[in-house]
């Protein structure tokens, strides 16, 4: 993995001056933690491309900017490239009737040279997880492609003179963009967040590439251009045809996405999506006689202060061993303090530009820092529970009646606490409302389902357009601040394809929640993961945290300069402060309402200052 980031315009020479050298340098070093092995630039009359590199294919050759030159004239065609391509060798062997000359073993190259010879039609043709820029100096034209589902971020701003773009918001504040916000903005922030709005920025004039789009823009005109969209079909499927497939794409997926020229590891907390993967890579590993690395998360003490409720009725340790004896991984078991935590949620805003998951984002981290210490490619379960209805709103019939987003429904959580003149100017509920129901009436749909088939399908993309595309930002951005590459296997699109139509009398079999991912694992996996009932990220339960957290919070409300003031008001925060927390109320998804709402206040008012908002 790496970062881009670069500017467009053509009505001067960034060649004349140095400052636009020196400009390019700093959005490239914004961007280092993301690539640390390699970094480069290129300057072209009318455009700079900047490239930060993390080595993980063709360590010796694959340098970037990559640049090629057309046949038919002297001009070149340059791109900026980060991700991974899973069918990288059959796109190559496609692309040899081209007679193309191939100077790599790169999967760069590979999307360059299918440019050069089909253009942007070649887009379709890539699986994988990916955000590049080309220049072509021929057609004087940026092009910038984003991956089908979103795991890699592409953010982009038009100013009065030209077109920044970056891998993160920070690569454009670089580039000289102000950070501002306006209402909208806020609404993002309060009324949505950590989730975004599709394509939305959250700074002001900010925008980001849409998933499975891409952009031209010449002079001063940008095109966008879908090339991939989700669809409903009739699924004509028998249930044992539907098994063979799912498990089918679901094992050729991950053994895809070993592909790498350094060791890979997986992420492993003893529930079904992770234990599914690592199995599948410790048997194709096994084959070549080599050892899978896992790594599994937790806090300090969380044995003694853990509390079961109907999120997370168990600890991951058990399973995480019952597993690691399975599959004969070489284990190391991760824990995170109190203090650790605290403190990374300042982190986890320089790493994310913004508020983010709180402590489940600032945890995730701290651990992704600490198996970068040893690895750069790991393997994850993220996505399976949107995809395959994991979730317990996929089930709850309250959910399915309820016309709000389902993991973030209970608004006076967010309005409780802010003050009475932001609310009357921000509207939160009627923004969040709105954004709702955008998304409801885009939903790819088939005539003549039942009701609850057509809102079960709602409920799906809600959730693959928002609540996925949150954990693919936090995943992104936790892994990339420390140099580590998470791959997510169950993001590949043929398995979303394929799995958004499978009905949901099959999709949960009996009544078993995430059936057909049991029936892939059943050859693969002891029991008692097997069936484990699902559970989320792991979060401390010691009360000790939350101390922390309150007092920090304390202290930002005794200062009247603190920027939190403008937007909270110190007596109801102080209210909420002495109310007991909920335990098993959800502020955001699966997090608990106390803890992860003070958390995410800390994060806005560090925001502030930073940003200087």
Known sequence: MCGIAGFYQTSFDYTLHPQWSDRLAQMK?????????????????????????????????????????????????????????????????QLNQY?????????????????????????????????FAIYDSAADQLLLCRDRLGVKPLFYQQTAEEFLFGSEQKALFAGGIRPQLDNDSWNEVLGLG????????????????????????????????????????????????????????????????MISDVPICTFLSGGLDSSLVSAICARKLAEQGQQLQT?????????????????????????????VKHINSQHTYLECTNQKQADYLYKAVDARDLPCMADVESSMLYFCGQVAQQNRVALTGECADEIFGGYPWFHQPAALQRHHFPWSYQMDARTALLRDDVLAELRLEDYAQNAY?????????????????????????????????????????????????????????????????????MKCRNGRTKSLLQETGRKLLPTDVLYRKKSPYPK??????????????????????????????????????????????????????????????????????????
Not at 228 to 245: C, F, G, M, N, R
Not at 303 to 312: E, I, L, P, T
Not at 444 to 472: C, H, K, Q
Not at 484 to 498: G, K, N, S
Request: net charge negative; aromatic share 12%.
């Open 540 to 613: 401390t339960y010691d009360p000790a945290y939350e101390a922390l957290l309150r007092h920090r919070l304390l202290d930002i409300l005794s200062y009247p300069n603190s920027p939190l003031l403008d937007i909270v008001d110190p007596k109801k925060v102080r209210i909420f402060l002495d109310t007991p927390s909920d335990y098993g109320r959800p502020w955001f998804g699966q997090l608990m309402a106390g803890p992860q709402m003070i958390a995410y206040l800390l994060q806005i008012n560090y925001w502030m200052t930073k940003y200087k908002l």
């Open 437 to 505: 129901n955008a998304t409801i009436a885009a939903t790819p749909r088939l005539d003549g389902e039942s009701s609850l088939e057509a809102r079960r399908r709602e409920i799906s993309y809600l959730n693959v357009v928002w609540f996925m595309a949150t954990l693919l930002n936090r995943m992104d951005r936790t892994s990339m601040y420390s140099g580590l590459e998470a791959r997510v296997p169950f993001a590949d699109h043929r398995i979303l394809e394929y799995v958004y139509n499978i009905p949901w009398e």
């Open 99 to 131: 007679s193309l000359v191939w100077e790599t073993d790169s999967d760069t190259e590979v999307i360059l040279n299918g440019y050069l010879a089909c253009g942007p039609d070649f887009f379709r043709e890539l699986n994988g997880i990916f955000a």
């Open 295 to 323: 790594y599994s998360f937790d806090f300090a003490d969380n044995d003694k202060n853990f509390q079961a409720n109907s999120f997370q009725s168990s600890l991951d340790r058990p399973f995480v061993d019952i597993m």
């Open 29 to 93: 070093d914004s961007l280092k933690r993301r690539g640390p092995n390699e970094q480069d630039t290129i300057l072209y009359p009318h455009s700079g491309l900047a490239h930060t590199r993390l080595a993980i294919i063709d360590l010796q050759k694959g340098h970037q900017p990559m640049c090629k030159q057309r046949k038919e004239s002297k001009h070149n065609c340059t791109i900026v490239y980060n991700g991974e391509l899973y069918n990288m060798a059959e796109l190559r062997r």
């Open 194 to 257: 950590p989730a975004r709005t599709p394509g939305h920025g959250v700074f002001a004039g900010m925008k980001e590439v849409l998933p499975g789009h891409y952009l031209t823009v010449k002079d001063r005109q940008i095109q966008d251009i879908p090339y991939w969209q989700l669809e409903a079909k009739p699924h004509t499927d028998s249930y044992q045809d539907t098994v063979q497939k799912v498990s089918a794409l679901v094992i050729d997926s991950v053994e895809r996405q």
